[in-house]
């Protein structure tokens, strides 16, 4: 073998062993953890106290965005006080399983 097709088949390998390393969440149980979003999240026409503005449906959201977005939280890159304390008490488990339930549900 030429010395391209063993670096091309090392990519290959290396790309299927990172796809594959990705967990998928559990919808069921993300469904049991979205209870506190829905208390914002869940109410149509809701708008938040502090800071002011209107809280965004996530049901149906991206799940690579909803996963990103509480990452983010987590990591204090986004934000807004109530989710960054949200965000800060879910493992990464926990933050797949609510992402792979909400971005299941019909927008």
């Known amino acids: 073998m ?4 063993l670096l091309g088949l090392t990519v290959a390998a290396a790309i299927f062993a990172t796809a594959s390393v990705h967990a998928e969440g559990d919808k069921a149980a993300g469904r049991k953890l979205i209870y506190t979003c829905n208390g914002c999240h869940g109410v149509p026409g809701y708008a938040n106290a502090y800071p002011n503005y209107p809280v965004p449906r996530i049901a149906g959201q991206n799940e690579q965005y909803i996963v990103n977005a509480l990452h983010e939280y987590k990591s204090g890159d986004r934000k807004h006080p109530t989710m ?4 800060q008490s879910l493992s990464d488990k926990d933050i797949e399983d609510i992402a792979a339930y ?6």
């Open 84 to 87: 960054m304390a949200q965000a």
């Open 2 to 5: 030429t010395r391209l097709q």
């Open 102 to 107: 909400l971005s299941s549900l019909a927008k």
